[in-house]
C-alpha cells in the first residue's frame, strides 16, 4: 500500500466515524422529540386491555389486539436503536484510530498488544465489568420499549438480572486469573499479527484457538446491535483482549 493510498483510507475511515458520530446524535435527539405512538391515547387504552384479557385468551385470540397497538407504533424506537448503536460504536473506533494511529492505515500492521500484562488483565477486566451495568441499562432499554405489558411484572426492578450479574463477576474473576497465570512469561508489547516462524506449530494451534474465541466475538458483536446494543463496547474491547492473548502468547514461544 502507497503513502497516499494510506492516508486516503486512514483520513476516509476517520471521516465517515466522525460522520457516524453526529449522524448517531442526531438520530437520538429525533427520537427523543417523538410520541411512541401516532394515537398515545388510543394505544394505552388498547394495552390495558391487552393486558387484562392476557391471561384469559389465547394467544390466537390476542393477536388481534396486539397487531392493533403494533400498527400505532411510530418510528421512534428504531430511530432511537439506531442512534444508540451508532453512539456506542463510532467513537470507540475513533478512540482506537487516534491510539494506534490509523489516520495512515498502514499503521494497521503495526498495531501491538498493552505494553504489560497487568494492562492486559486491566482491560479484559474492565470488558467484563462493563456488563454489569450493561444488563442493567439493556433492561431498562427493552423495558421503556414496551408497549405490549407495560405494567405487568416483566422482571424490570426485580432481582431476576442479579444471577447473570453475579456469574459474570466470578467469571470474569476466573478467566483474569487464569490469563494472570497463562501470560506470566510473556514479553509484551507485541505486535498483534505476529507469527513466530521458529516454531510455527505453536503459533498455529494459538491462531486456531483464539481464532475460534475472535469468530465468537464476532458474530455476538454482530447479534448485540439488535439485542443487546449496551454490550457493544464491551464486546469490541473483549475481541482486541483476544487478538492481544493470541499475540501473547505466540510471543511467549518465541522467547521459549
Request: hydrophobic residues 50%; proline residues 4%.
Amino acid at each position: 500500500m502507497t503513502t497516499k493510498m494510506g492516508l486516503t483510507l486512514g483520513a476516509l475511515v476517520t471521516a465517515l466515524c466522525l460522520v457516524a458520530t453526529g449522524a448517531g446524535i442526531t438520530l437520538l435527539f429525533i427520537a427523543h422529540g417523538m410520541p411512541s405512538h401516532t394515537d398515545e391515547r388510543r394505544a394505552t387504552h388498547l394495552t390495558a386491555l391487552y393486558e387484562q384479557n392476557y391471561i384469559k385468551l389465547t394467544p390466537e385470540e390476542r393477536e388481534p389486539a396486539k397487531q392493533e397497538i403494533i400498527a400505532l407504533r411510530t418510528s421512534k424506537w428504531k430511530l432511537y436503536d439506531a442512534g444508540l448503536n451508532i453512539c456506542l460504536v463510532s467513537p470507540l473506533i475513533l478512540f482506537a484510530i487516534l491510539h494506534f494511529k490509523l489516520w495512515d492505515l498502514r499503521n494497521l500492521g503495526a498495531v501491538k498488544t498493552p505494553r504489560t500484562r497487568i494492562g492486559l488483565l486491566g482491560l479484559a477486566s474492565g470488558a467484563w465489568l462493563a456488563l454489569l451495568p450493561a444488563l442493567q441499562l439493556q433492561s431498562d432499554h427493552d423495558y421503556a420499549q414496551d408497549d405490549l405489558t407495560p405494567a405487568m411484572d416483566t422482571g424490570h426492578g426485580s432481582l431476576w438480572i442479579v444471577g447473570p450479574k453475579l456469574s459474570l463477576l466470578v467469571l470474569m474473576i476466573l478467566l483474569t486469573l487464569g490469563r494472570f497465570v497463562v501470560l506470566r512469561s510473556v514479553l509484551l508489547p507485541a505486535n498483534l499479527w505476529c507469527w513466530n516462524s521458529g516454531r510455527p506449530y505453536h503459533s498455529l494451534i494459538w491462531s486456531v484457538l483464539y481464532g475460534l474465541l475472535a469468530s465468537m466475538f464476532a458474530v455476538l458483536i454482530v447479534w448485540s446491535v439488535s439485542n443487546f446494543s449496551w454490550a457493544l463496547p464491551s464486546l469490541m474491547v473483549g475481541l482486541y483482549v483476544i487478538l492481544s492473548s493470541r499475540a501473547a502468547l505466540t510471543n511467549i514461544s518465541t522467547q521459549a
